[in-house]
């Protein structure tokens, strides 16, 4: 078996319809799937079942222990050389392990590999625009790698591999959620395994259906990032703290204008400064989501999203450094933390 798909699952049967429905169409077909049900109230079982002639598949239920060792314990019983992880809200272009099989066979030094993720035609506009915003170079689009840095890619769990070498070295996911991601692919890399972004093994990434849920989600990504601090020190770096100087502006640059009218008799001209790099940003969003995804009807809702983008993960990583660095009121984990292998790290991650 080349390939063992692993899907956690928790409460989304209409999800993982979907996913395996795509998964039937791929071209290349030597991989098996792995759903694992995490403690969920609204079983998938039936769902599961209905695609065994047509799939390699097997379903598991298992109390509820969140995302990260929901993985392992698909880890646990795969079969395959590789572990793919997707998330339930994906779909699996149908030429995504013929490509990834042939970048492995011309790369064999590779043991961890992640891929980027799209909008599907059949996303809704929002979908596709916070789809966008997630990848746009004008927000946090682009910092967790590129081509440009191939061999140091840090994947996230959304859309990546690791071959079996690489999870007997690792032990899989030390935590089980708030980062866990980020935390695994940093320890993988610093053990020394070579790990690459693969740029056309893309998915269709639905994220989330509406702009709250998109704040929730972002804000959690931020606290997240502190959660990292503790596995290793030196991560948080000042490239995080963009999205929260972003926060701090946004709330500043009102009342600016404000005092620069009203308080110096400022003219209208002088008194909009402080507005002047927001309505710029906005604007470059605009057009940059238009000329990329040629629709006006997704582009006018990338400003919103890219807003709550930045100010979301900015007053998440904020709020959660004040409470556990600077107040110390309690360790950031959230869920159990596992003992893994205690293998030599090799580098320092610099991401």
Request: aromatic content about 12%; overall charge positive.
């Given at each position: 078996?080349r390939?063992?798909?692993i899907?956690?699952l928790f409460?989304?049967?209409?999800?993982i319809?979907?996913?395996?429905?795509?998964l039937?169409?791929q071209?290349?077909?030597d991989f098996?799937?792995?759903?694992?049900?995490d403690?969920?109230d609204?079983?998938?079982?039936?769902?599961?079942e209905g695609?065994?002639?047509?799939?390699?598949?097997?379903?598991?239920?298992?109390e509820?222990?969140?995302?990260?060792?929901?993985?392992?314990?698909g880890?646990?019983?795969?079969?395959?050389?590789?572990?793919?992880?997707f998330?339930?809200?994906?779909?699996?272009?149908e030429?995504?392990f013929?490509?990834?099989a042939?970048?492995?066979?011309?790369?064999?030094?590779?043991?961890?590999y992640?891929?980027?993720?799209a909008?599907?035609?059949?996303?809704?506009?929002?979908?596709?625009a916070?789809?966008?915003?997630?990848?746009?170079p004008?927000?946090?689009?682009?910092?967790?790698?590129?081509?440009?840095n191939?061999?140091?890619?840090?994947?996230?769990?959304?859309?990546?591999?690791?071959?079996?070498?690489a999870?007997?070295v690792?032990?899989?996911?030390?935590?089980?959620?708030?980062?866990?991601d980020?935390e695994?692919?940093?320890?993988?890399?610093?053990?020394?395994l070579h790990?690459?972004?693969?740029p056309?093994?893309?998915?269709?990434?639905?994220?989330?259906?509406?702009?709250?849920?998109?704040?929730?989600?972002?804000?959690?990504?931020?606290?997240a990032?502190?959660?990292?601090?503790?596995?290793f020190?030196?991560?948080?770096?000042l490239v995080h703290w963009?999205?929260t100087?972003?926060?701090?502006?946004?709330?500043?640059?009102?009342p600016?204008?404000f005092?620069?009218?009203?308080?110096?008799?400022c003219?209208a001209?002088?008194?909009?400064l402080?507005?002047?790099?927001?309505?710029?940003?906005?604007?470059?969003?605009?057009?940059?989501?238009?000329?990329?995804?040629g629709?006006?009807?997704?582009?006018r809702l990338?400003?919103k999203?890219?807003?709550?983008?930045?100010?979301?993960?900015?007053?998440?990583?904020?709020?959660?450094?004040?409470?556990?660095?600077v107040?110390?009121?309690?360790?950031?984990?959230?869920g159990?933390?596992?003992?893994v292998?205690?293998?030599?790290?090799?580098?320092?991650?610099?991401?």
């Open positions: 078996m390939f063992s798909v899907v956690p409460n989304r049967p209409d999800e319809a979907e996913l395996l429905e795509s039937t169409k071209s290349y077909t098996e799937v792995l759903v694992v049900e403690g969920s609204q079983d998938a079982r039936g769902i599961v695609f065994q002639s047509q799939l390699d598949i097997h379903y598991f239920w298992k509820n222990t969140r995302q990260g060792f929901t993985r392992n314990f880890f646990e019983r795969a079969k395959g050389d590789w572990f793919v992880v998330d339930s809200d994906c779909l699996i272009p030429a995504y013929e490509c990834v042939a970048h492995l066979d011309a790369h064999p030094e590779v043991e961890v992640g891929g980027p993720d909008a599907h035609g059949s996303f809704t506009a929002l979908q596709k916070i789809s966008h915003t997630m990848t746009s004008l927000t946090t689009g682009g910092i967790r790698g590129g081509r440009r191939v061999g140091t890619y840090h994947p996230r769990s959304f859309n990546m591999g690791i071959s079996r070498k999870w007997e690792s032990g899989g996911y030390k935590i089980s959620v708030k980062g866990e980020i695994f692919s940093m320890r993988l890399i610093a053990h020394g790990s690459v972004l693969i056309e093994a893309h998915v269709y990434h639905k994220r989330r259906t509406d702009f709250a849920q998109f704040k929730k989600q972002v804000h959690f990504f931020g606290t990032r502190v959660n990292i601090r503790q596995f020190p030196g991560s948080l770096k963009m999205p100087a972003f926060l701090v502006y946004e709330m500043l640059m009102f600016a204008a005092m620069l009218w009203w308080g110096l008799g003219g001209a002088l008194s909009a402080p507005l002047v790099p927001f309505v710029v940003w906005q604007s470059a969003l605009l057009m940059e989501a238009w000329m990329a995804t629709s006006l009807r997704v582009a990338v400003p999203a890219a807003r709550i983008q930045l100010s979301s993960y900015g007053m998440g990583l904020l709020s959660e450094y004040v409470s556990v660095v107040l110390k009121r309690r360790e950031t984990t959230i159990e933390v596992r003992e292998p205690e293998l030599p790290i090799q580098s320092t991650p610099g991401a």
